[in-house]
Nanobody, 118 residues
């Protein structure tokens, strides 16, 4: 079964950190560009970070640069989103996204809730 499963969300105080994981199964992971999106209540889903199947470094949205980092472990079919200095505006459901680098087929995870609040 082809799927993406996120984990690591939760409630954290402002200034805190969380590490999200996305485990992929049923696909050839190294052929996929991986991204994290987020969607806050009443807002559109936005791209947070992308790491391609070729590059080892991630592109980050301006709103998270300097605070978030994204990495991938092709041996474990997993991507990570390390989130530091979290702020209330980071509160959202975070989704893992995979896109085949040639076929452009897309997969979404079920999402994990991140809440930043004191």
């Amino acid at each position: 079964q082809v799927q993406l499963v996120e984990s690591g969300g939760g409630l954290v105080q402002p200034g805190g950190s969380l590490r999200l994981s996305c485990a992929a199964s049923g696909l050839t992971f190294s052929n996929y560009d991986m991204s994290w999106y987020r969607q806050a209540p009443g807002k559109e889903r936005e791209l947070v970070a992308t790491i391609t199947s070729i590059r080892s470094t991630a592109d980050l949205a301006d709103s998270v640069k300097g605070r978030f980092t994204m990495s991938r472990d092709n041996a474990k079919n997993t991507v990570f989103l390390q989130m530091n200095s979290l702020q209330p505006e980071d509160t959202a459901v975070y989704y893992c996204h995979a896109r085949h680098r040639i076929l452009r087929s897309v997969l979404w995870g079920q999402g994990t809730q991140v809440t930043v609040s004191s």
